[in-house]
């Protein structure tokens, strides 16, 4: 359907109607705009509140607790969801914003031109209108005038006492009266046929066409609009597979969170190895005579401390004496760590132990970085040396010297903590003396397998600059007292009983390497194997690199844990 053939005389509505539509769109891009606005705003809080909730790495626990780790995770999906509430502010500025300021341009300057032809095509009629009133007034006067001079005619024609000169008079004024009424006529006749003729194009050809722009105006802005609306849910639904995949991922991290791990991670962390006080003896004043202890002023008794309980009151009091701990789940705190010795001797034996095997465990990391750093050095040597034409083998002489002081340095380093470690040992264990010599055979053969240095010389060096030197072994945590018994908590014979029982089965392993009887008589406690023999796992890896397993003819000892594979029954 048309405007120009239904609406043909509804001009100003047509004209209000377009007019409301421009002002309809611009509100529309107001609230695309708006709503970017909002979108961005959003998005920069949600990553300013990630920000401020993130632990940093000095407050985060290693390893941390499974439900800190899942709230971790749950900010980092937090995060790239508000990259994806960016991207759909981005994709809407760029595609509906821009575009619909640009196209509501367009329109208004269309609708402007047509409402200007229009206005043209009414005014020209207006104007004719305007002559034909005007010819169709003369007309009138002019038969009103032409009828009076023929009416003064006739009377002057029937009075007799008028002259043939007057009544000649009357006759030439009456016909001057008819000429100018038929010229009047004649004008007025051809005025309405002129102003019918442009009514008739005006109203079937002129404002059908104009009405025919607007309307297809106003179609294009309702057009577009839809457009516009289907563009931004796109836009929308193309980030919702990202959302639905961040979200998924906070489920994951939930379901991460296990509060028996938590809780056992707080024992790890936590354990001291202490062992409780020993009950308090009960004093019997009556038969030492109480009134003479008062006279003579003598001390009052007290009770005997067993080494172990001595060790675990001090503990005690450096808990209450000392700084006041920091919160258990402190990922949010600011407080700065405590300062640490470096053999970590501040701290309880368990967590010592802890904190010496992190240390090696990094050490030896430098280590095999170093050691393949001066792998590489070695074969760029070499290559040189063949042909020199490609760089100079002395060069890298100065290279290969800073690496061996490096590596130098770190071994010492590795013997130092190992020392350290085997003395926190001595003190938990009481087959530590065996795990001693293994712990020694394991750390050389984790350095003979990661490097192939053929530096004699830094072997030397090593061997003749240091040797380590273990703090006394006179102390209550030594297990030896003053007189240089041995501690009445532990007994070698009964040790030797419980070395020698049966343990249960834990799993099956399979040898992966060859470690003969050389090997294993080097190391106390030990026993030969050949690569893919199999033999059960009696006792797991304590953290010293040995495992303890049953062989098939029903010899035990211990082999090392990076020379089999296990697969435990019950993992």
């Not at 020993?278 to 067993?306: H, K, V």
């Not at 020698?500 to 799993?507: A, N």
């Not at 294993?520 to 797991?540: L, P, Q, R």
Request: aromatic share 8%; hydrophobic share 30%.
């Amino acid at each position: 359907m048309s405007w120009g053939i239904e609406l043909w005389d509804q001009y100003e509505n047509i004209s209000n109607h377009t007019h409301r539509g421009m002002d309809f769109m611009e509100k529309y891009g107001h609230f695309v705009r708006d709503r970017c606005t909002i979108e961005m705003e959003y998005a920069t809080k949600l990553r300013k509140l990630v920000k401020s909730y993130q632990p940093k790495k000095k407050e985060t626990e290693d390893p941390p607790f499974t439900h800190v780790a899942a709230f971790t995770l749950m900010l980092n999906e937090l995060n790239d969801l508000a990259g994806q509430h960016e991207v759909i502010a981005e994709n809407l500025t760029s595609s509906i914003v821009k575009e619909l300021y640009g196209l509501m341009k367009e329109l208004k300057d269309e609708r402007k031109r047509s409402l200007s032809e229009a206005t043209k095509h009414k005014s020209l009629l207006q104007n004719l209108e305007l002559q034909l009133d005007k010819a169709k007034k003369a007309y009138e006067k002019s038969h009103k005038d032409s009828l009076r001079a023929k009416l003064a005619y006739e009377r002057a024609e029937a009075d007799l006492n008028l002259s043939r000169a007057d009544v000649e008079k009357q006759k030439i004024s009456s016909q001057m009266k008819s000429q100018q009424f038929e010229d009047s006529k004649s004008d007025y006749a051809n005025q309405l046929q002129k102003f019918n003729d442009l009514q008739h194009q005006h109203y079937t050809l002129s404002m059908p066409q104009v009405y025919q722009s607007l309307q297809d105006v106003d179609e294009k802005r309702i057009g577009s609009f839809q457009d516009f609306v289907s563009r931004s849910v796109e836009i929308e639904k193309n980030v919702f597979p990202i959302i639905d995949t961040c979200l998924n991922g906070v489920l994951k991290a939930s379901a991460t969170i296990d509060a028996k791990e938590d809780s056992k991670l707080v024992i790890d962390k936590y354990k001291s190895g202490f062992e409780p006080p020993a009950d308090q003896q009960f004093e019997d004043l009556t038969y030492l005579g109480s009134t003479q202890s008062i006279n003579d002023g003598s001390p009052p008794l007290s009770r005997t401390l067993t080494p172990r309980s001595a060790d675990t009151l001090r503990s005690t009091s450096k808990e209450k004496n000392g700084k006041k701990r920091g919160k258990l789940f402190g990922i949010f705190s600011s407080q700065k760590p405590d300062d640490t010795k470096e053999d970590y001797s501040d701290l309880p034996p368990t967590q010592r132990r802890k904190k010496l095997l992190q240390k090696l465990e990094a050490v030896q990391q430098q280590i095999n970085q170093e050691t393949a750093a001066r792998d590489a050095l070695q074969k760029m040597k070499s290559v040189y040396e063949e042909n020199p034409a490609l760089g100079d083998p002395n060069s890298l002489d100065k290279q290969l010297a800073e690496n061996g002081d490096k590596l130098d340095k770190l071994r010492l380093e590795q013997q130092k903590f190992q020392s350290y470690l085997d003395e926190v040992e001595n003190k938990l264990t009481p087959n530590a003396s065996l795990r001693h010599n293994r712990n020694s055979f394991q750390a050389a053969d984790n350095i003979s397998r990661t490097s192939v240095d053929t530096r004699v010389s830094v072997s030397n060096k090593i061997q003749s600059s240091h040797t380590p030197q273990h703090e006394s072994s006179v102390s209550p945590e030594s297990g030896v007292d003053t007189t240089g018994g041995t501690n009445s908590d532990f007994d070698q014979g009964d040790f030797e009983d419980d070395y020698y029982q049966t343990f249960p089965v834990l799993g099956i392993a399979k040898a992966l390497y060859n470690f003969d009887d050389e090997s294993a008589a080097s190391n106390e406690g030990s026993v030969a194997m050949t690569d893919g023999e199999e033999f059960h796992v009696i006792e797991e890896d304590q953290g010293d690199g040995w495992t303890r397993v049953r062989k098939m003819n029903g010899e035990e000892g211990f082999v090392p844990s990076s020379y089999i594979d296990i697969e435990l029954s019950n993992p």
